[in-house]
C-alpha cells in the first residue's frame, strides 16, 4: 500500500516559482522511484521531473534548467522547486511512486500560471 498526497499547488504570476512536495505513506514496500507528472487541459500526461531512489534525476526539456527535483528518502517525500514559470506549466501535476512492482498517483494538485 502506497498512499501519496500532493500539495504546494496554486496561483501564481509568469515568472514566479512554486515549491510542491509529496509524501508517501508507505507499507511493506520500497519505494524506487519518486517523480511529477503533469497534464494540462486537452493534453496527455506527462513527465516532469524524476528522481530515483539513489539520486538520478531526469527533467523533461521543458522545465529543464527551471524545476529542481528533490527527495528526502527517510520522509518518502518528493519536492519539485518551480522558478521562472511560464503559462505553459499550467496543468494538474501528479506525484508518481513506483515500486518493484507497482506504479502509485496521487490524487494531483493544480498549478495556475496565469498573465
Known amino acids: 500500500q502506497v498512499q501519496l498526497v500532493e500539495s504546494g499547488g496554486g496561483l501564481v504570476q509568469p515568472g514566479g516559482s512554486l515549491k510542491l512536495s509529496c509524501a508517501a505513506s508507505?507499507?511493506?514496500?520500497?519505494?524506487?522511484?519518486m517523480g511529477w507528472y503533469r497534464q494540462a487541459p486537452g493534453k496527455e500526461r506527462e513527465l516532469v521531473a524524476d528522481?530515483?531512489?539513489?539520486?538520478?534525476?531526469d527533467y523533461a526539456d521543458s522545465v529543464k534548467g527551471r524545476f529542481t527535483i528533490s527527495r528526502d528518502n527517510a520522509k518518502n517525500t518528493v519536492y519539485l522547486e518551480m522558478n521562472s514559470l511560464k503559462p505553459e506549466d499550467t496543468a494538474v501535476y501528479y506525484c508518481k511512486a513506483t515500486t518493484r512492482y507497482r506504479t502509485y498517483w496521487g490524487q494531483g494538485t493544480q498549478v495556475t500560471v496565469s498573465s
Open positions: 508507505v507499507t511493506f514496500f520500497s519505494i524506487d522511484t
Open positions: 528522481s530515483a531512489r539513489y539520486g538520478r534525476t
